[in-house]
């Protein structure tokens, strides 16, 4: 299909997937902002992998509320899958042409859909739009703003200059927007990178057209120490760097590693290389479980995990200071 026949969202149903697990404090926070889109969906499907907590009373009880005019379709999975799991049941589930991704802790802004829906009506790019992401602020808890979170490419050619080096194709997850007939063809997300699942989809969908987002922040991605992001995060950094070496080698026109071969590669690196990459991976983790805890209210908590941090990765954690500087400044 080329771009000029690509039809938009508006033109067409939009389906919003969220899968959830034990997260009836904000899943209503995400529900409230897709039901109050400018652009309203057609419909949002729940997928809850096994709560044990009151979500799927709570779901049937905020689609019944008289306010809301989008239909709310709720789905228990039978046994604890996953997220990947639930996101693919979901999406499998929807009847929409489109479909839009929400994690149950995160919100939209209201013009969320509408704008994603104007980008792709006045696409003229030389391909069509596989993914369409956008950009957002980092949350805390209380959904006070904290950040900005910006990340992957805004144009064509960034697109193309990302592809051709064999990066990987980061979008916030929360904001994506995609055709479900390139899901389909794809075969939907997959655990062979792990926890790294989404970066991976996104890699993919961008074999089969442009992966690019709406500049603006459109969707506010919730910081939190007990995030699932945080509870994954050695697994998705396992999956990362072999899908970035994959990505690589996929540009050079070589055949990818499987997770054995990739783990034997990574131990025959010299001792040194891999004491850097612990503690690299180190300072990261501690730098995001102290910035999530500090931004929640437990500073002592926050400013221990920062200093091990800073032990472990001091560039990481400066980087984080000046990003939040620079944010506090634009914000005046």
Known sequence: MTASAQPSP???SISVVIP???DVGRIGDALASIAGQTLVPSEIVVADDGSEDTTEQFVREFAARPEVTVEINYVRLPLRSGVVAAR????RLARGEWIACCDS????APTKLERQAEFIRDWNGSRR???LGTYGNNMN???????PAVMGPTSEREYEELWRRGGIFFVIHSSVLFPRADFD???GYTTE???ADDFEFFCRMAERGVVINVPEPLVYYRKRAGSVQLASFWNKQEGLQRLAENQRRRAAGRDPLGAQEFAALRASAPVRERLRRRRHALGNYYYRRGAANAVNGHRLRGASELLVSAIMDSARVRAGVLGAVRARLSRG
């Not at 693919?88 to 999406?91: D, G, H, K, M, Y």
């Not at 808890?141 to 950040?147: G, L, Q």
């Open 88 to 91: 693919n049941r979901a999406i």
């Open 20 to 22: 959830t697990y034990n």
């Open 141 to 147: 808890d209380a959904r006070k703003v904290i950040s």
């Open 193 to 195: 990178y792990g926890a």
């Open 185 to 187: 063809a794809l075969g």
């Open 105 to 108: 802790d995160d919100v939209w």
């Open 129 to 131: 739009i596989a993914l």
């Open 10 to 12: 508006d033109q067409a």
